[in-house]
C-alpha cells in the first residue's frame, strides 16, 4: 500500500475522531467523508501513527448510505477546511454515530459493559448551522482568513463558515486582511461580536457578559466558554436533574472556569458549602464575580491536581469538567476518597472519559448514566454528562 493509491473500500463502522473504518488485505485504514455501510473508492493519504494503519480520503461514493446528503459548505471537500467532519451525514445519524463512539470508547477503555444500555445523546438548537458563538481564524500568505485544513497547515480562505453564528459571519466579512501566520479569535457575547488578536502570553481581554437562563456571567472576552450558545443551560439543566433528590450540604466544582456549573448546583441548594477551583487566574476572578452571592463558596485560584493533595474534606457531590486530557489517576483516585453521594463528570472527549471510569470503577464506583449532548453539529465532537455513585 502507497501514497495515492486507489482503492475500493466497504466500510465497517465509525471510529474516534471523525473518521470511519474499513480494512484493505487486513489492514485498517480510515476513511475520511465515508459512512457506515457505505462502499467507496478513497485514495490512501498517509500512514497513521503507529505505521499500521492509513488515512485515507473518499474519492468517489460507490454505494451510499441512505444517512448521506448533500454539504451545504462549499468548503466542505477533500482539499478543503479541515474544521467539520460530517456535513455529508443527515443531523439525526450524526448523533447516532456520536453515541456509537461514545459507547465504544467506554466498553474499550473503560471496561463498561452495560455502556448501550447507560447511554443517550440530546440534540440542542440551533443543531445544524450558525451555531459557534467563537471561531479561531488564521491568516494565509497573503493575509486572508480561514481555517487550517484536515492534516495541514495550508490555510483554506473563507468568506463565511455555516456553523458559526451570522453576527460573527458579519464581522467576518469586514475583517481587514492581517499578516501572514497572524490569528483571530472572533467571539459573540451576549452584547457584541469582537475580535481578538491571539497572541502568545497575551494578558486576557476585558470580560464580556454571557448569559445563561436569565444569569449573566462574566468572562474575559477570550477566555473559556462552552462554544454553543444552548451548552451552558443543557449542562446547567443536568446537572439539576442528577441532584434531584439529594440533600447537597457540600460540593466541589474542580475546572470551574467562571463558575458556571457550580452556580447551577447553588440554585438548588444556595447554603452548599463550595470549593470552586481553576487554574487560570481570570477565570478563577470572575468565578469569584459570578459567585458573590453565595456566602459559602470559596474561589480556589489554584491548579486542582495541588489542590486537591491538600484537602481532607468529603463532599456531597463533586463535578468536574476537565481539558480533553481529563483528570488522570491522582484526581480521580481523591476525587473517589472524597466524594460522599455522586461524582458529575462533564466530558468533552470519550476516550478521556473511559479512562477515568476505569481509575473510578477501581476506587468502588460505577458509571450509572451518560447523558451526551451534540454541542458541535456537524463536527465529531460530542459532550457528555457522566454520573457516577458508589457501586
Ligand atoms: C472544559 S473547561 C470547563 C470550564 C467550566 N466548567 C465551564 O463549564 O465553563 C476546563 C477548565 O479547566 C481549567 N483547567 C485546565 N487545567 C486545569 C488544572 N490542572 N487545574 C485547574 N483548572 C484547570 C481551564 O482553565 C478551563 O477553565
Redesign the pocket.
Known sequence: MNPGDLLTLNIEKVAHGGLCVARHDGVVVFVRHALPGETVEAKLISLAPGKRSWFAQTTKVIRASSHRIQPKCEFFKADGCGGCDWQHSDSSFQREIKLQVLVEQLERFGQVPNASEISSVNSVEPSESNWRTRIRLVANEQGKWGFRKNRSHDVQVIDKCLIADNSINDVLKNLPDGNPDDEVLIVKSKEETVVYPVEQRAPSAPNAIQEVDGHDFAVAGD????VHPGA?SA?SSQIKKSIKGLQVESFA?????????AHSLLQEFPLAQGFV????RS?AQNAKINLKDFKNVQVVS??????IRSVKNKFDVV?L???RSGAGQNVMQQVCNQTLQKIIY?A?DPAALARDVLIAMKYGWKLETVVAFDLFPQTHHIESVAILVHE
Open positions: 477566555g473559556f466558554w462552552q451552558a449542562l466544582d474542580l475546572y470551574a472556569g467562571v463558575g458556571v456549573l477551583v481553576e487554574a487560570d477565570a489554584n491548579r486542582v491536581d495541588r489542590w463535578i469538567d476537565p481539558p462533564i468533552c
